[in-house]
């Protein structure tokens, strides 16, 4: 099974920046999409970025494009956060999925990614 393991979160001023780390383990193939999601309380979960191993190709959703990064080196995918908000408050999530079947890795849709991490809360005060 799948198993993934986020770090990273915690407290941050308003316009500062946290880097986010999620390790994976169990996968049983090099084609992968692996991406970060958040859910806000009494909000659905969302997607902030994605990364298709295979071409390096990714995924923002427009409310971090310019501030977040996504990137990945080996089993571990890294999201670097800047100028953060309070808006930006939530629990992040590591996903991934295997292959990009109808572009589902960068559809931003948490139900294209069958494997989740346990979270990592980040929290952004003004």
């Known amino acids: 099974q799948v198993q993934l393991v986020e770090s990273g979160g915690g407290s941050v001023q308003a316009g500062g920046s946290l880097r986010l780390s999620c390790a994976a383990s169990q996968y049983t193939s090099s084609d992968l999409c692996m991406g970060w999601f958040r859910q806000a309380p009494g909000k659905e979960r969302e997607g902030v970025a994605s990364?298709?191993?295979?071409?390096?190709s990714t995924y923002y959703a427009d409310s971090v494009k310019g501030r977040f990064t996504i990137s990945q080196d080996k089993n571990t995918v890294y999201l670097e956060m800047s100028a953060l908000k309070p808006a930006d408050t939530a629990m992040y999530y590591c996903?991934?999925?295997?292959?990009?079947?109808?572009?589902?890795?960068?559809?931003?849709?948490?139900?294209?990614?069958?494997?989740w991490g346990q979270g990592t809360q980040v929290t952004v005060s003004s």
């Open positions: 996903a991934i999925r295997y292959g990009n079947w109808g572009s589902s890795c960068f559809s931003g849709r948490p139900t294209d990614f069958p494997y």
């Open positions: 990364i298709y191993t295979r071409r390096g």
